[in-house]
Structures are given as C-alpha cells and as structure tokens.
C-alpha cells in the first residue's frame, strides 16, 4: 500500500526508529482483501503479535498507527 512510495517508506522508518524500532523487512499478518473482512479473520492472524504496524487505506486517505503491546482478543466468540 506505501512500498512503491520511497518517502513514505523513508518517513514510517525514521519514526519507528526514533521510537527504538527499525527492521527492513516487514510481514504481514493480516490483509482484509486476502483474508476477510471480519474480527475474527484479524485476530486469527494477528493475535500476538508484536510489535505491530496497522496501515489503513480509505479511497485516497491513507492512515494507520503502531504499537508494542500485542493483539489479544478478549471479547465472547
């Protein structure tokens, strides 16, 4: 979603660096067009996990967040 945006990759990589995490390669957990759309789907794959980018796109916004606390499901199934 970002890869072919060499000042995206540039900026996400200074500020994950900043805040004392740096990698070069990423892997994906979860990808709502390949895996579905729901929770369940999500959690499945990235349930702890760690530490964790979430990029989002909505038409032409791009948007996400990060965080080194891991994904944990803990609602009824």
């Not at 979603?1 to 004392?20: C, E, F, P, R």
């Not at 369940?40 to 760690?50: I, L, N, S, V």
């Not at 996400?64 to 803990?74: A, L, V």
Request: proline letters at 3%.
């Amino acid at each position: 979603m970002i890869g072919h945006v060499d000042s995206y990759l540039k900026l996400l990589n200074d500020w994950l660096t900043q805040a004392g995490f740096f990698t070069n390669r990423w892997v994906p957990c979860y990808r709502a067009t390949e895996h579905g759309w729901s929770s369940y789907a999500f959690h499945e794959r990235c349930d702890h996990q760690e530490p964790s980018l979430a990029i989002v796109r909505k038409n032409s916004y791009i948007f996400g967040g990060f965080s080194d606390i891991i994904w944990k499901f803990e609602g009824k199934s």
